[in-house]
């Protein structure tokens, strides 16, 4: 049962132009939430997060929308940038104690074409 | 650069012949994490340590142990490994255990062969 579901395998997009990568979840329980972004031979590393409290997080080109009641939430990249080419992980959790773990989907594989 | 290390980064196994993955950091973080990834799948959580409490998910095979002898290390060892264990096992890290609040740290992964 996937309680993080990235319904998309992949996305392609032009180099400036929007990059939109969407996320929805099943668990009400979760408040927490976070993307992740991988390059091919390395490891996940931590991009941007969004608490349930919020429904924006900006940091430079990259803003995480949190929609709640319609359990979703969206990446958006702007403008894309060839280096942004790699798989994205949603993941959402808890703030701590029994809910420390995080639940991950199972990626996006974005492409930016220059 | 402080960091997550696993090692080996390909690991090849026989059927049946138990192997050992090894994660190392240099962080200082209490946690360290285990996550198996099967391609074009999620990464799954199999269990983690808080300094030296063990916590496993409820759904991780016996077959999957872990050990963390010191604060740097902690391996994965998979005593009898099926063919159905080939999967990427990705160690993370993080300071506390605070949710999604405090940032994980992953390692590059060991991709590991059943043959």
């Known amino acids: 049962d996937q309680q993080v579901k990235q319904n998309s395998p992949s996305l392609s997009v032009q180099e400036g132009r929007i990059s939109i990568l969407n996320c929805d979840y099943t668990n009400s329980m979760f408040d927490y939430f976070l993307w992740y972004k991988k390059y091919p031979a390395e490891g996940p590393t931590f991009l941007i997060s969004i608490s349930s409290i919020k429904d924006k997080n900006e940091d430079g080109r990259f803003t995480v929308f949190l929609n709640k009641s319609a359990k979703h939430l969206s990446l958006h990249i702007v403008p894309s940038q060839p280096g942004d080419s790699a798989v994205y992980f949603c993941a959402a959790g808890g703030q701590g104690g029994a809910n420390s773990k995080l639940t991950f989907g199972k990626g996006i594989t974005l492409s930016v074409r220059p | 650069d402080a960091m997550v290390i696993q090692n080996p980064r390909y690991q090849v196994t026989q059927f049946g012949k138990p192997v050992t993955l090894s994660c190392s950091q240099t962080?200082?973080?209490?946690?360290m994490y285990w996550y198996q990834q099967k391609s074009s799948q999620a990464p799954k959580l199999l269990f983690h340590?808080?300094?030296?409490?063990?916590?496993n998910e409820a759904d991780t095979p016996d077959n999957f142990q872990s050990r963390r002898p010191n604060t740097s290390f902690c391996f994965l060892d998979i005593r009898s490994p099926g063919l159905g264990d080939a999967a990427m096992y990705l160690c993370?890290?993080?300071?506390?255990?605070?949710?999604?609040?405090?940032?994980?740290?992953f390692g590059p992964g060991t991709r590991l062969t059943v043959l």
């Open positions: 962080l200082n973080h209490n946690v």
């Open positions: 340590y808080y300094d030296k409490d063990f916590n």
């Open positions: 993370a890290t993080s300071r506390d255990l605070l949710g999604g609040t405090d940032t994980q740290y």
